[in-house]
């Protein structure tokens, strides 16, 4: 064994010819765990009837959201549909104030306004968090152009499901940001359901990544349960579309575990479809087998994680009910930025 | 004072614009090599060039949501709607993404971008070419809603609505866009939601709206001819409304008819004459009345098409049956 060898082995891990570190291995692997006690935790919160109105986790998918981050720029830009939360939390974002939104409290990342479907923060480069399903891929493209407009080099991380990628939206933007070359990678969680419709019942062309080629756009698919594959992949079509060469499709395989949202039992898949994902190909435990395997980390240590981390996640918990909710006067408040005074509907009143 | 046509007042709001502040950029069908399906970006690609003059393809919600994104990201973006017809495919961008990104985001992105282009009925192209759809827009918190009826306030209003930070819906009129009129030269900002009244009067207030201030300034010359002097009231910013303006004219005439080219039902009128009732009804003397376009799509047929808009003689004889002079 060469000496070089001898390092990576106490120091880290290659995969498909990518060196990483222990210690990023770690961050990547705290990540995903983080999100998936979070998840958790949220819908705990939401069966106590402490969050309202829809709330749509990401267990399963957590590879995809780290591994993802991981490749990507602080300066980048990302943006996603309603399932939001392990994007947000893997950008960086409090997770204080993240909890605070999914409970409507005053210090919630969006002030209390938006909820589960709606996170935002522009510190972040985070721009959502949206509802309507596909709205957010021209809005991608749109940031995409703003950065070729200023030629900073960002990206335009832009999110859709298997579901949202039939939107004519979609194909607009594809249209577009491949005319135009816009720095932008359409990434498709392709979780294999569009709420009760599985991937088969809703498209012709399954493939996913296909999809882009009579616009031009370039594809590929990744296994998105593989938080290294994620990274390495990504990196690549960042890479691309980085240094000009315009847009290009990621399509993450991947699978959500629970319903589409809390209010579905998901009765329209099979017990042993789930198992199968879950024991089968968890991002999360693939990732601690290896790196137990390269010694790099042990079974105790990470029960060890687990219990701070659910630790952290009460205390987070904790802090976002203690806060009180929005103060009514803001409900008046960001509707406007120039108010007119004396021009009808008056701001902040009934008129 | 220049004499210019109010398709090329647009066209110098829009370049000054441009020459003014960088972030500004305009996108649309055809506004680039074609100069623009109404001649309005008239010589803009060979003044800024293609990066910021930019033609798209035939896609109205795609680049709509291209818009509100570029604004988001720190852009000025004028958006051009060839006409508001086909701006109902954009209408998910601008409900649900432009009008609510400031409140949704509590604060943090805010969409300020102006979505422009013909509106209201144009001639002898039918129902899905002929239609008013300043009402939709002005239902909705987080728009602001702007229609210039001649060459000098188009040239103020499109200035300020570029330069104002939130997303403004500024609804041109076909018909009107050769009409000429006297327009301050270099820079000229009317600000938003202040109305301006035509023609001053005693007896009556008519309030009318893009192409249909020229129809009430029309109707109060031959109602003078009748002994009744009316007051011709233009809003120009829809929402918010200067209703003040509005108010203070009636409580001055005691009488009020409200003209719009768009539909009755739930109409601009319609907002316009509650608000004469919630808040001036000790000052009026007869009941609000409403001219509105006929509640039919609009037909082809020549005289099919002109009955199914308000008429200078409605006008006048609504004012009349107002004035108890019918
Ligand atoms: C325009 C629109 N149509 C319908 C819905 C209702 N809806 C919400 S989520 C969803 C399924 C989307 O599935 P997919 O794109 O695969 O994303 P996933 O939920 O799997 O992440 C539907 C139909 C919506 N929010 N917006
Ligand atoms: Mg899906």
């Not at chain 1, 990540?31 to 969050?51: D, N, P, S, T, W």
């Not at chain 1, 309507?132 to 991380?157: H, L, T």
């Not at chain 1, 790099?296 to 687990?306: M, R």
């Not at chain 2, 004219?249 to 739930?266: L, P, Q």
């Amino acid at each position: 064994m060469s000496a070089k060898n001898e390092q990576k082995a106490t120091d880290g891990m290659t995969h498909e010819g990518r060196f990483y570190s222990a210690e990023r291995l770690h961050a990547m692997h705290d990540m995903m765990l983080y999100i998936r006690r979070f998840e958790e935790k949220a819908g705990q919160m939401y069966g106590l009837k402490k969050i309202g109105g829809f709330c749509h986790l990401c267990n399963g998918q957590e590879a995809v959201c780290v591994g993802m981050e991981e490749a990507a720029d602080s300066k980048d830009y990302m943006m996603t549909s309603y399932r939001d939360h392990g994007h947000i939390l893997a950008r960086g974002s409090d997770p204080t104030a993240i909890m605070a939104e999914l409970l409507g409290r005053a210090g919630g990342v969006v002030g209390g306004k938006g909820g589960s479907m709606h996170m935002f923060d522009i510190e972040k480069n985070f721009a959502g968090g949206n509802g309507i399903v596909g709205e957010q891929v021209p809005i991608g493209i749109g940031f995409g152009f703003a950065s070729q407009y200023r030629d900073d080099k960002r990206v335009s991380i832009t999110i859709i499901g298997d579901g949202g990628v039939n939107q004519g939206a979609v194909y607009e933007s594809f249209n577009m940001a491949a005319l135009w070359k816009l720095p932008v990678i359409f990434v498709i969680e392709n979780n294999q359901y569009a709420m009760g419709t599985s991937l088969s019942r809703a498209s012709a062309e399954t493939h996913l990544y296909k999809r882009g080629i009579s616009f031009k756009v370039p594809g590929i698919q990744v296994d998105g349960m593989n938080v290294l594959e994620v990274e390495r992949k990504m990196d690549e079509a960042l890479e691309h579309a980085r240094s000009g060469n315009g847009p290009m499709i990621v399509e993450m395989m991947t699978y959500r575990y629970r319903g589409h949202s809390m209010s579905d039992p998901a009765t329209y898949r099979t017990r042993d479809e789930v198992d199968e994902l879950r024991s089968g190909r968890d991002p999360i435990v693939r990732l601690q087998k290896q790196m137990i395997e390269a010694s790099l980390a042990s079974e105790a240590g990470f029960k060890q994680k687990d219990k701070d981390i659910k630790k952290e996640i009460v205390g987070v918990a904790k802090a976002a009910e203690a806060q009180p909710e929005p103060d009514l006067s803001v409900l008046w408040d960001d509707i406007l930025t120039d108010e007119i005074p004396n021009a009808y509907p008056y701001p902040r009143q009934v008129s | 004072m220049a004499k210019i046509t109010y398709r090329e007042a647009l066209n110098q709001a829009m370049c000054n614009e441009m020459e003014r502040d960088d972030r500004v950029f305009l996108m649309g069908e055809e506004v680039a090599e074609y100069n623009g399906a109404y001649k309005v970006s008239q010589g803009m690609l060979d003044k800024f060039g293609p990066k910021r003059v930019i033609d798209t393809p035939i896609t109205e919600l795609g680049f709509a949501g291209l818009g509100v994104g570029a604004a988001m990201a720190g852009l000025r973006p004028i958006i051009e709607f060839m006409t508001w017809n086909f701006a109902i495919l954009a209408a998910d961008q601008i409900v649900n993404a432009a009008a609510k990104m400031k409140y949704m985001t509590g604060g943090q992105y805010n969409c300020p971008m102006v979505f422009r282009g013909a509106g209201g009925a144009a001639a002898r192209v039918s129902s899905q070419h002929s239609q008013a759809f300043e009402n939709w827009y002005a239902n909705i918190p987080g728009l602001k809603v702007v229609m210039p009826s001649n060459p000098a306030d188009a040239k103020g209003l499109l200035a300020a609505s570029i330069r104002d930070n939130d997303t403004v819906i500024f609804i041109e009129n076909e018909i009107n866009y050769g009409d000429i009129g006297e327009v301050p030269e270099g820079e000229y900002i009317i600000p938003l939601g202040k109305a301006d009244i035509k023609r001053v009067g005693s007896d009556i207030t008519l309030i009318a709206h893009s192409r249909m201030t020229g129809y009430a300034l029309a109707a109060a010359e031959e109602l003078s001819k009748q002994g009744i002097d009316a007051e011709v009231v233009d809003p120009r910013t829809i929402r918010p409304l200067d209703e003040a303006t509005i108010l203070a004219s009636v409580a001055k005439t005691n009488r009020a008819v409200v003209i719009e080219e768009g539909w009755r039902f739930a109409g601009i009128g319609a907002e316009i004459s509650a608000r004469i009732m919630e808040k001036g009804f000790d000052d009026l003397d007869a009941p609000v009345a409403r001219v509105t376009g006929k509640d039919v799509p609009m037909p082809y047929a020549a005289n099919l098409e002109n009955y199914a808009l308000p008429s200078v003689a409605e006008i006048v004889e609504a004012a009349r049956v107002t004035c108890n002079r019918a």
